[in-house]
Every structure is written in structure tokens, then in C-alpha cells.
């Protein structure tokens, strides 16, 4: 299994363009979120999913957007870069069953992003 | 609300003396709680968690924690540190009440550990 996988690894951008930071798991987890890393604030969740189709806000929603289409994937999209948004982004996921045995989260590599 | 904090930035360590890295939680309800460990450009990976029974849990690469109730603490042991287990360290909780999502990460503390 290639476990969670992120696409990618670096990326700058101007201030205003557009982009999508791709998410794969291949351990059919319904489970999965994305979260971004800035120094000294530990992750905080931007969108998470549920299962296919489903998907809900977390703590720092504004400024992205994210579909879930299939089990698989679970894309990031940045409307509007801004300079705000220049941060380490991970992607996790984990089974969806109940009982917090399954708050074990499996992170990708992350994607380092710098707005300009 | 529920909350993590770790009150270290940084803790540097000389290889084969023992290690702690600090944290403490709020939450209304009873918590879950869980160490994570992240090396140099790459993801978190699980340590440890307590969700209930003994307060002392055993981890991954010889790491430990203990719940402490009264103290609301939940501090990162290991008797003997390795140059190897030099990375950044996150402590997270959630109420055991509250949804998975809403877990919450420390701010990280870098162990540092010198030959």
C-alpha cells in the first residue's frame, strides 16, 4: 500500500491564482481531511469528508474548497491564493467506525505552499 | 472548548539520558489523547494514545505516556533518548463526548537530541 499520498510537494504561487492540491489513500478509509501546518500553531482542520459525497467544514474553512467524489481522493482547491495561505497542507485519513480506536490518523507527506 | 498545550518550544537532550516532553489538555468531558511525531519533511506518524484503563501507555520506538487526571497532563517519556529520536513531537486530545473531527494538535515541541 502506498498509504496517503500528496501531490505536490512544493508549489508557489502569485497572489489571486487558482489551484488544487491533490489527496490519495489507498486503504478505502472513509475518513479524510485536510489540514494546514503554520509555525508555532500546530494542524489546524480546514475540510474533512466522511465518506463519498460527503463533506463538512472544520476549523479554518475559508478560502478553500474541497469534493469527494470517490472513496479515494479528496481534493483541496484554493480559490484565490493569498499570501494567508502560505503553509504546509496535510492530507490524513482513517477508518470511519465508532469509538476513538479509529482517531488513529494516517498522514501524507504534506505540500509546502508559498503565495506571493 | 476543548484545548492542548505544550508548554516547551524546544527540548535538547544529551543521547542516553532520559526525555519528557510536556503537555496538557482541557476538555469538558473526559479525554482522548494521542502523541504524534513528525520527522524532517514528512507526515505525522502515530506514537501512542490513552483512551481509557492504565493511566501509563506504551508506544512506538520504546516512547511512554502517562495520563494524569488532576494534573490534566499527559507527558511523552522515554527512558533513554536516541540521536534518532531528534523530530517534531504533537500531543492532541479530543472529548471523548465531542465528533473525531473535532480533535485538536498542540503546537509542537522539537526534541533535540545531541551525541
Known amino acids: 500500500n502506498a498509504g496517503v499520498t500528496q501531490t505536490p510537494k512544493f508549489q508557489v504561487l502569485k497572489t489571486g491564482q487558482s489551484m488544487t492540491l491533490q489527496c490519495a489513500q489507498d486503504m478505502n478509509h472513509e475518513y479524510m481531511s485536510w489540514y494546514r501546518q503554520d509555525p508555532g500553531m500546530g494542524l489546524r482542520l480546514i475540510h474533512y469528508s466522511v465518506g463519498a459525497g460527503i463533506t463538512d467544514q472544520g476549523e479554518v474553512p475559508n478560502g478553500y474548497n474541497v469534493s469527494r467524489s470517490t472513496t479515494e481522493d479528496f481534493p483541496l482547491r484554493l480559490l484565490s491564493a493569498a499570501p494567508s495561505q502560505t503553509s504546509v497542507y496535510f492530507c490524513?485519513?482513517?477508518?470511519?467506525?465508532?469509538?476513538?480506536?479509529?482517531?488513529?490518523?494516517?498522514f501524507g507527506p504534506g505540500t509546502r505552499l508559498t503565495v506571493l | 472548548a476543548q484545548s492542548v498545550a505544550q508548554p516547551e518550544d524546544q527540548v535538547n537532550v544529551a543521547e542516553g539520558n532520559p526525555l519528557t516532553v510536556k503537555c496538557t489538555y482541557s476538555?469538558?468531558?473526559?479525554?482522548?489523547l494521542f502523541w504524534y511525531v513528525q520527522y524532517p519533511n514528512r507526515g505525522l506518524q502515530f506514537l501512542l494514545k490513552y483512551i481509557t484503563g492504565d493511566n501509563l501507555v506504551k508506544g512506538s520506538y520504546g516512547f511512554e505516556a502517562e495520563f494524569n487526571k488532576s494534573q490534566t497532563s499527559f507527558h511523552l517519556k522515554k527512558p533513554s533518548a536516541l540521536v534518532s529520536d531528534s523530530a517534531l513531537y504533537f500531543c492532541a486530545v479530543r472529548d471523548k463526548g465531542s465528533s473525531a473531527s473535532k480533535i485538536i494538535f498542540g503546537s509542537g515541541t522539537r526534541l533535540s537530541i545531541r551525541p
Open positions: 490524513a485519513s482513517r477508518p470511519q467506525t465508532s469509538g476513538a480506536s479509529t482517531d488513529t490518523q494516517y
Open positions: 476538555v469538558s468531558g473526559n479525554p482522548y
